[in-house]
């Protein structure tokens, strides 16, 4: 229940503040006094998007914020999942500097709009003519046959965002259908992707068996590539060590001759000087490190032969690499394993997917038999309330001055939706013997404002509508007609607090607080104010709702006994 609400420096607002009564609350005011921006206000507060536009001072920002009492609403889950204190006040605020930024708090603690909006929701629910609008779409009526029959309900309270019906039989239901269509999805994807997979098979398995076939190993290609380079120079090669061998052991100055003289010379100098002795080992060691580098020598020359077909041999070994290389546009063997691995998870994967395929469809068709359970359940319910709906919403037609007003609602099976198997519209008549037909064709204004407020009165029962706004709904009325709009109002109001915005002196007079909405003319610029009428006040107001600028004597008397029934 809303018991405060402060608007700061928005539109045509400097500075407003209204304390709602707990019960029947009843706005008035001339056209483009400033009632519907103090909509725009709350739409703020309850996380609309923003526009410094409608600042009023551009220089300031803009503030609004509305103290609710929620100790008697379930709200408890939806701040602990929102990580925020419950407290039995709740306090929401929106400010709007001149910069465009926005902020939003819950409690002080600053949220982003989709939680403000989220606990709003169940605060308040303001309708306006645009919801009367909505009245003719089949969904809309859809889900307010779900809220009537009990379908949708809350972990706490919800509002009359009907579109947003959730938990028992519809929201059961939802989860189901969301599972099937993400199977459905799924298994959508699988196929295109088999047959996709199917398309390249061929052409990957030709790739791989190529690969496969070439048995390539790790390093080949650089030991290849050496072993080649030696082949192709063997001669040369083999003349060259056979040069060097001779060079050390077998020509006439040979080196290893020339060391092993050396180092008898000096052994002969060892008894004169340790230092010779040192020398002497030294020379030793070289003709030993001469000696086995001669016999690696000889060693590598008799193993060095041509050998022109083990040449061919690497050569034509080199040139399948150097061919799947350049087919695959890769420059090593280890790229060319890469590709090789990667196509044999593209091949396994066509026998993968069959089997994916299968299980996914499995589970998919187990699930959508579950779906047309839960539909089937679903629509029953809806079907046994059809009855009942349309003979309260007669009775209260008829209390509204359309006695002859006849409701039928029309249905028809569909395929399984998110809102089930069932379309239904709801088909009216407003007169003796006229043949009912969608709300659409057969509603005037006056009479799509008795529906909306009469389906209203009906669902505010069936959900938790703690504050509950009318913008002109009793737009197209008058008479006795608008009498009993303010008796109905007022009896919806022993549960829910009402603020209503109303032309009629006939719906004001059933208010218990009576605000008037004026403005006030400064030597800059135009203000909106609200005030809070006393009981001679509303007299007066009434008066002039009744006759205009300059009431009789009879117009006084009359809002008096407006005020008296």
């Known amino acids: 229940m809303l018991i405060d609400l402060k608007i700061k420096n928005y539109a045509l607002i400097e500075k407003l503040e209204m304390n709602p009564s707990p019960v029947l609350n009843i706005i008035t005011g001339e056209t483009g006094a400033g009632k519907s921006i103090m909509l725009g206000a709350i739409g703020l507060l309850l996380g609309n998007r923003a526009d410094t536009k409608l600042l009023f001072n551009q220089a300031e920002k803009c503030v609004i914020e509305g103290v609710f009492d929620v100790s008697s609403y379930n709200l408890h889950e939806i701040f602990a999942a929102e990580d925020l204190d419950f407290d039995d006040q709740c306090i929401l605020r929106r400010e709007i500097s001149p910069s465009g930024k926005?902020?939003?708090?819950?409690?002080?603690?600053?949220?982003?709009?989709?939680?403000?909006?989220?606990?709003?929701?169940?605060?308040?629910?303001?309708?306006?003519?645009?919801?009367?609008?909505?009245?003719?779409?089949?969904?809309?009526?859809?889900n307010i046959l779900d809220i009537y029959a009990g379908n949708t309900a809350s972990a706490g309270n919800t509002t009359f965002d009907i579109y947003a019906g959730n938990l028992s039989?519809?929201?059961?239901?939802?989860?189901?259908?969301?599972?099937?269509?993400?199977?459905?999805?799924?298994?959508?994807?699988?196929?295109?992707?088999?047959?996709?997979?199917?398309?390249?098979?061929?052409?990957?398995?030709?790739?791989?068996?190529?690969?496969?076939?070439?048995?390539?190993?790790?390093?080949?290609?650089e030991k290849l590539e050496a072993e080649l380079k030696q082949l192709e120079n063997a001669e040369d090669i083999k003349l060259k060590l056979t040069q060097a061998v001779q060079s050390l052991t077998e020509s006439d100055f040979?080196?290893?001759?020339?060391?092993?003289?050396?180092?008898?010379?000096?052994?002969q100098l060892s008894q004169f000087s340790p230092k010779y002795e040192e020398l002497r080992s030294r020379t030793e060691s070289c003709m030993i490190e001469l000696n086995d580098i001669a016999g690696e020598l000889e060693d590598a020359e008799r193993h060095t032969e041509a050998d022109p077909e083990r040449a061919s041999e690497v050569q034509e070994r080199l040139n399948m690499i150097y061919t799947l290389q350049r087919k695959h546009q890769v420059l090593t063997v280890a790229e060319l394993l890469a590709i090789q691995h990667d196509l044999e998870t593209k091949v396994g994967s066509v026998l993968n997917l069959d089997n994916a395929i299968a299980s996914t469809q499995k589970a998919m068709l187990e699930v959508e038999k579950d779906v047309l359970a839960k539909?089937?359940?679903?629509?029953?319910?809806?079907?046994?309330?059809?009855?009942?709906?349309?003979?309260?919403?007669?009775?209260?037609?008829?209390?509204?001055?359309?006695?002859?007003?006849?409701?039928?609602?029309q249905h028809s099976s569909t395929s399984p939706s998110a809102t089930g198997t069932d379309e239904i519209s709801i088909l009216f008549s407003a007169n003796k013997g006229a043949q009912?037909?969608?709300?659409?064709?057969?509603?005037?204004?006056?009479?799509?404002?008795?529906?909306?407020?009469?389906?209203?009165?009906?669902?505010?029962?069936?959900?938790?509508?703690?504050?509950?706004?009318?913008?002109?709904?009793?737009?197209?009325?008058?008479?006795?007609?608008?009498?009993?709009?303010?008796?109905?109002?007022?009896?919806?109001?022993?549960?829910h607090q009402i603020i209503a915005i109303s032309h009629l002196p006939q719906i004001a007079a059933q208010g218990n607080s009576h605000y008037f909405v004026y403005k006030e003319d400064r030597e800059d610029r135009?203000?909106?104010?609200?005030?809070?009428?006393?009981?001679?006040?509303?007299?007066?107001?009434?008066?002039h709702m009744i006759a205009g600028a300059n009431p009789?004597?009879?117009?006084?008397?009359?809002?008096?006994?407006?005020?008296?029934?």
Request: hydrophobic letters at 40%; a negative charge; glycine letters at 4%.
């Open 254 to 267: 040979n080196i290893t001759s020339a060391l092993k003289d050396t180092a008898y010379l000096i052994s």
């Open 436 to 495: 009912p037909q969608s709300l659409v064709k057969a509603a005037s204004g006056g009479e799509f404002s008795r529906l909306m407020l009469s389906i209203k009165y009906m669902l505010a029962d069936k959900v938790a509508l703690p504050t509950i706004v009318f913008d002109e709904i009793d737009t197209g009325i008058s008479g006795e007609v608008a009498v009993k709009v303010g008796r109905m109002m007022q009896q919806m109001a022993q549960k």
């Open 526 to 543: 135009t203000i909106s104010r609200v005030r809070k009428l006393t009981d001679e006040e509303r007299v007066n107001e009434i008066a």
């Open 375 to 409: 539909a089937e359940i679903l629509s029953e319910r809806r079907k046994d309330s059809f009855g009942k709906f349309e003979q309260e919403l007669y009775r209260l037609l008829a209390e509204l001055g359309m006695p002859n007003a006849r409701i039928v609602i």
């Open 169 to 221: 039989y519809l929201r059961n239901y939802n989860d189901t259908y969301r599972k099937f269509k993400k199977l459905e999805s799924d298994y959508k994807k699988l196929t295109d992707q088999l047959a996709q997979a199917q398309k390249e098979l061929d052409y990957n398995t030709f790739l791989l068996n190529e690969l496969e076939e070439a048995n390539l190993q790790e390093e080949e290609q």
């Open 552 to 565: 009789s004597a009879n117009a006084y008397q009359s809002a008096k006994e407006l005020l008296s029934l």
């Open 102 to 142: 926005s902020r939003a708090f819950v409690n002080d603690t600053p949220v982003t709009l989709d939680v403000i909006r989220k606990i709003g929701e169940n605060l308040m629910d303001i309708h306006s003519q645009h919801d009367t609008l909505q009245l003719g779409d089949t969904s809309y009526q859809l």
